[in-house]
């Protein structure tokens, strides 16, 4: 606030000093002039005290603070942002995700970097590469309630063949992309993965009906990692002792 103000006050042409930013926020001199020495410093501004007027100016009248002020926990947080945003490719929202990260970045002040990486790394697990057309495509069926012809790749069989489902929920995990959608052929909502979608075609011309009564979260929160069922079972699990502190 002190800085902005500092800031609002040389643009006036007001000649603000130590004294009277001190006074105004009730702190010592030698904080405003700490102040100083971080416009200057950290934020690059050209400021010096003009002795003819009693006060500091900017010897650049180009000069702009930077839009935002960040310290360093929120440069950390904007650092963690980027790398999602490279590390989860192939998504709809990658390039909105950069885009925005990117406009971040560049209100910093250019003695400010970003090369966070070399004190903190990140690892995602392996997951199939996703089209984004195909995610673009079922993220609109499932908002405007249009089925969808599909070629699947069933991991479990091996085998490849063709479905028909009403799409209902895109859902995230593990750095997988899965769709929770209606089987037509069995009456039943399936979890497809998203990157063993060989082919896509939206249905637009056909319209289903989504049950009332489905919530994608409480169908989640029965499920064991991504395997998920519409019964719910009690289950126990024993682990022996060298795994059981994991």
Request: neutral net charge; charged residues 20%.
């Amino acid at each position: 606030e002190r800085i902005l103000k500092i800031d609002q006050l040389i643009r006036a042409n007001q000649y603000p000093n130590p004294s009277i930013i001190a006074k105004k926020f009730e702190v010592s001199e030698r904080t405003i002039y700490g102040d100083q020495r971080y416009l200057r410093d950290h934020l690059g501004a050209p400021i010096k005290f003009d002795s003819a007027h009693g006060g500091w100016i900017y010897t650049e009248s180009n000069f702009a603070l930077p839009t935002i002020f960040l310290s360093e926990g929120d440069m950390l947080a904007v650092f963690i942002g980027i790398e999602v945003a490279e590390r989860y490719a192939g998504t709809p929202y990658e390039s909105m995700l950069k885009n925005s990260l990117d406009k971040i970045a560049k209100s910093f002040p250019e003695t400010v970097s970003l090369q966070l990486n070399q004190f903190a790394s990140f690892a995602t697990p392996p997951s199939l590469t996703v089209d984004e057309i195909k995610l673009n495509q079922l993220y609109t069926a499932i908002r405007h309630l249009h089925p969808v012809r599909m070629t699947y790749f069933t991991a479990s069989n091996g085998k490849t063949n063709q479905r028909q489902v009403d799409p209902y929920h895109l859902h995230h995990f593990n750095g997988e992309w899965y769709l929770l959608a209606l089987d037509s052929k069995r009456q039943q909502i399936r979890t497809f993965n998203v990157g063993r979608i060989k082919e896509l075609h939206p249905l637009e011309n056909q319209i289903f009906s989504r049950p009332k009564n489905f919530n994608a979260q409480k169908w989640l929160e029965n499920s064991f990692g991504i395997e998920a069922d519409e019964t719910i079972y009690q289950v126990k699990i024993r682990f022996d002792a060298a795994q059981a502190h994991y």
